[in-house]
Structure formats: C-alpha cells, structure tokens
C-alpha cells in the first residue's frame, strides 16, 4: 500500500507541474496575440529580410559571346587583340587562320575573366571597322551551383559517418558493404565535384570568340593565266589519252564492226555490178 501511495503522490506532483506549465504557456501567448502589430512595419521588415538574403547570394552568372567584324590588317587586330586580353588578365585558348582567295580570315576564342568581358568587347568594338555580327549570352546558375555544393557537403559528411562506422565493425560482411556504400560515395562526390569546378571555371572566366578578316585584292595577272591554261590544256591532253586507252576493247570492237560493215556492203555492190 505503501508503494501505491507513494505513486499516488509522485503523479499528482507530475500533473500539477505540468498544469502549471500548460497555463503559463497560454498566459504568455495571450499577452502576445493582445499587444498591437502594425502590419505596414510587419511587411517592410519581411522585405528588407529577403532582400537581406537575396543581396547575401553571390550570383553565379556565365558568359559567352561571338564578334565578327572586318579589319584593314589583321596583324595590327591580332596583336591588338592579344596585347588587350593580356592586360587584362585573360588567355587566347584557340585561334586559326584562313587563306581565301579574297580575303584573309582570323578566328580565335579568348577566356577573359567575367569582369572584364564587357570591357574587351568595347574595346574591340570600338577598333572594329565594320560588324557583321556581334552575340552575348548570359545564363545565371547561381541555383543548380549552390545545389550542386549542398550535395557535396552532405555526401562528404555521410562519407564521414561511414568510415566512423567502418572503425566500429567487426563482421566481415559488415565491413564490406560499408566499404562498398564508401565508394559509391566517393564516386558520386568526384562527379559533384567535377560539376562544381567546370562552372567554377566558366562563371569566374567567360568566353569570346573573335572573327575578324581583312579583304584582299590581286592584280588579273594575264601572262600568268596564259601560262597556267596552257598547262592545264597539256593535262587534259594527257587524260583524254589515258582515257583512250583505258577504253580499247571498245574502240577494237568498233573497228571490227565497221570493218565487217564495209566488207559487206563492198559484197553488196560486187553483186549488184555483175547482176
């Protein structure tokens, strides 16, 4: 009976705490819903908090663009070019050059860092002596970037706990398929990593590809003409005769043909004189 009381008086205490804690709960809650709000206030402080948040975003925005425009020497444009981009902290990654009859044609593709490519595509705007075309794209990735570092840090933490869990067991299975869950681990985080370091490098620098050419004129040059269809007729001399050749089965069986044609018409005409 004892025991009983005791259990008795240890829940009534229970359940006056708890009652005591429930009603100055509600105490409290009542003075908060009773005291005055100015919604206006409420609103402006709700917005200065996300743009507090936006603002704390470091956007992640990748650029491109392609210029072509002509040039009256593309020497002076091509060293312009590099001497500019190397200023300004950036490289050429691939340039190639055309020989056209008409003109002479330079491509490259430069990586300049994002804040300076509005820069470099004045200034080559403005050296420019007529644009053809000129392209600039923009694509923000500050989300699928700020993805992609969450799911890195959340597998590398769960790689951690593996491992601490791999020095804890001691059953052969165990210890393999920890071991097998830590390399899938490893490899999804290689891959997250190899994502998040090609937009590292494409937002921190941007892409320009250049074209520029300078138009050429040639004199008609007719001795030099002359001499070179005269060459040309030689070689189509010596290819229709390789031809003929080639084709002397039928040019024998031609022959043959009219050979018999002519003996039969030379019959023909004997007969018809001795008749």
């Given at each position: 009976m004892s025991?009983?009381?005791k ?9 006056l ?12 809650g009542?003075d908060?819903r009773g005291?005055y709000t ?6 402006s ?5 996300e743009d507090n ?13 392609n210029?072509?425009f ?5 020497k002076?444009?091509?060293s312009f070019?590099?001497q ?13 050059v055309?020989?056209?009859?008409e003109?002479i ?15 470099l595509v ?7 002596e007529?644009?053809d075309?000129?392209t600039?794209?923009?694509k923000e990735?500050?989300e ?13 933490e769960?790689?951690a ?14 210890i ?10 490893r490899?999804e985080?290689?891959?997250l ?9 494409r ?8 074209t ?8 008609f ?5 002359f001499?070179q269809?005269?060459k040309?007729?030689?070689?189509y001399?010596?290819?229709f005769?390789i ?8 040019i024998?069986i031609?022959?043959l ?11 023909k ?6 008749g």
């Amino acid at each position: 009976m004892s025991i009983s009381k005791k259990t008795l008086f240890v829940s009534q205490v229970v359940l006056l705490v708890v009652l005591f804690l429930f009603l100055s709960s509600c105490d409290s809650g009542g003075d908060n819903r009773g005291a005055y709000t100015d919604p206006v206030e409420n609103k402006s402080e709700s917005f200065s908090a996300e743009d507090n948040v936006s603002s704390s975003v470091d956007r992640k925005i990748i650029k491109d663009g392609n210029i072509r425009f002509e040039t009256s020497s593309v020497k002076e444009t091509q060293s312009f070019i590099k001497q500019t981009v190397n200023e300004l902290g950036g490289y050429i990654g691939d340039e190639k050059v055309f020989d056209y009859k008409e003109r002479i044609e330079h491509n490259i593709t430069v990586r300049i860092p994002e804040n300076k490519f509005d820069f470099l595509v004045e200034k080559i705007s403005e050296t420019a002596e007529k644009i053809d075309s000129k392209t600039i794209n923009s694509k923000e990735v500050t989300e699928e970037f700020i993805d992609v570092e969450a799911r890195v840090k959340t597998k590398k933490e769960l790689e951690a706990r593996y491992k601490e869990i791999l020095t804890q067991a001691n059953r052969v299975d165990e210890i393999l398929n920890i071991e097998r869950e830590i390399g899938k681990l490893r490899s999804e985080i290689e891959s997250l990593e190899g994502r998040l370091n090609y937009l590292k490098n494409r937002v921190a620098l941007s892409s320009l590809t250049i074209t520029y050419y300078e138009k050429t004129t040639s004199p008609f040059g007719f001795f030099s003409k002359f001499f070179q269809a005269l060459k040309n007729g030689w070689n189509y001399l010596l290819w229709f005769i390789i031809i003929l050749t080639s084709l002397w089965p039928f040019i024998l069986i031609v022959v043959l043909v009219l050979v018999v044609v002519n003996t039969i018409n030379k019959k023909k005409k004997k007969k018809q004189i001795i008749g």
